[in-house]
């Protein structure tokens, strides 16, 4: 059973169950029924506490002191709704295995807790780490998927298994923009909200934090002759313009105008939370920070940081620092031909749903999964 939380995905959901009489898609609109409320969870707190400072993040400040408790109260009597709602449905049909996209945000997170109480197994979707591609993982998204954290195993599959597709890293780069420092590590900035900074940045609150950060190592940067390069994401409405021009006002040079690759391809190095394009700079060949948890942070791969004094020394180490191409170039090969599926989902094109049918029934255990 598909759980579709957004139209785009129950249309998306739709195809794919169309395709297989044993399939079905849960418009979660569908499911109201909670009466009588009886079960309860202690791990819906951790499941408001999440929602609510996804909300703070969104808002750019914390809720007052006097309407917190009130919101998280709220909060709390939505969640067991939509908990025993869930629960009451799902323990009525016949379901083996659930399919979320995400997992992570609020309803996703209840309907997952259901399933796991009655032992319904669980797969994940989420968008491609690669252009033109899709996840599906049995464990998770982002730094919660399957993927192996040894960057061995990739050197390895490099060797054993290289393909002939082009290497990423050899592709022309794009026209030098002339506002550009001519040294410069770039910064780009996440979603406040979004379920990578909530649940995967245990040292970065947010935004505002990281411009606190980032001005506070700058004379480390300025050691390594590098200066800073910020994007704010265009779809965060936080932080607010206050940040940006403290930053600019520190020498920082804030751009909106560039793409990405640009900046990644004409950067020295490239620093980042956990976003995608942190993949993009390793495709890139460029030397990679990571400050958050990022399933492509690896030892010999990026360089991590988890506070200032770590962050320093990661920065003092990048003139000097190579990164393993060969491991970087297996976790590319490995993405391609073995973790993802070939297609965007938004097309849906006939051999990308043949594709996700396979692959869970190899989840579910009716053909070896490698």
Known sequence: MFFAATQLHRRYFSKIAAQEPSMRVCWFKSVKNAWPLMKYDKRLLAIVQQASRKTDNSRGRALPAGAAPLYRGALLLKSMWLYNSYYRF????????SVVWNGLKHRQQLW????????????????????GHTTLDVRGVNYGNSLSRDPSFYRDYRVTHSGNQPDPTTIEPLARPDKLPERFIFVPFQVNGDSQI???SPWVKNMGHLAEILLAAQPAFKAAGLQLVVKPHPKCSTPNANVLQLLQEQGVTVITDIDSKTLVDHSQAVLTINSTVGIEALAAGKKLIVVGQAFYRMPGMTLGADNLDELNRAIGQLTDWTPDADAISGLFDYLRQVYQITGDWRAA?????QGIIKRLHRFNGETPWQ
């Not at 799902?90 to 295995?97: I, K, N, T």
């Not at 997952?112 to 252009?131: A, D, Q, S, T, V």
């Not at 094109?349 to 749903?353: D, F, G, L, S, Y």
């Open 198 to 200: 909530v649940c995967y």
């Open 90 to 97: 799902l323990s009525r049909e016949d379901v083996a295995h």
């Open 349 to 353: 094109e006939p051999a990308h749903v």
């Open 112 to 131: 997952c807790l259901c399933c796991e109480e009655l032992g319904i197994k669980l797969r994940y979707m989420e968008n491609g780490l690669l252009p």
